[in-house]
Nanobody
Framework: QVQLVESGGGLVQPGGSLRLSCATS????????MHWSRRAPGKQRELVAT???????DYADSVKGRFTISRDNAKNTVFLQMNSLRPEDTAVYYC???????????????WGQGTQVTVSS
């Protein structure tokens, strides 16, 4: 009923930048909080950034001051601007959305398929 499609990942040198996008589509009445998380090889998934429907944001300590989450409510899209990238930022990045559907009552969480970010020289 809802699809999330991430894009923008790739290979970048340390100190470089990438901008991830996550487009949401389907039977959407309203999108509440949206999140970016990541999973590095051999590690647990880490919540990286959150943005509420009203635009309030929160970040993991490991990315504060380097990453910026934003959203375009008209396009149901969330972004993650990543600057000053480090090798330890290498991971698969996932977006997540808390969605109220047009077809049923309640909020449901949906995930994208992930996009690989590799930071290496």
């Amino acid at each position: 009923q809802v699809q999330l499609v991430e894009s923008g990942g790739g290979l970048v040198q340390p100190g470089g930048s990438l901008r991830l996008s996550c487009a949401t589509s389907g039977s959407i009445f309203k999108i509440y909080a949206m999140h970016w998380s990541r999973r590095a090889p051999g590690k647990q998934r880490e919540l990286v950034a959150t943005i509420t429907a009203g635009g309030s944001t929160d970040y993991a300590d490991s990315v504060k001051g380097r990453f910026t989450i934003s959203r375009d409510n008209a396009k149901n899209t969330v972004f993650l601007q990543m600057n000053s990238l480090r090798p330890e930022d290498t991971a698969v990045y996932y977006c997540q959305a808390s969605v109220e559907l047009t077809t049923t009552v309640g909020r449901y969480d949906y995930w994208g398929q992930g996009t690989q970010v590799t930071v290496s020289s």
